[in-house]
């Protein structure tokens, strides 16, 4: 079905609030068609690590008091 399977990974920082975070991608991506007509999908995870949060002791569940 498919003709070329790729992986993409990838890794950065973001920041909310002024706190910096790190996060990482991995991600298959499926190429399929001949000639000029292609077709690509791909499916992917993300994983984000507040370091911050995890240091102090707070989850997310207290940001929104539930």
Request: aromatic share 16%; glycine share 16%.
């Amino acid at each position: 079905i498919f003709k070329t399977i790729n992986l993409r990974i990838g890794g950065g920082y973001w920041a909310t609030f002024g706190a910096k975070r790190s996060g990482c991608i991995v991600m298959p991506i499926f190429i399929s068609g001949i000639g000029n007509n292609h077709f690509e999908s791909s499916i992917g995870v993300t994983l984000l690590y507040d370091k911050l949060s995890y240091d102090i002791g707070v989850s997310n569940a207290g940001y929104f008091d539930e």
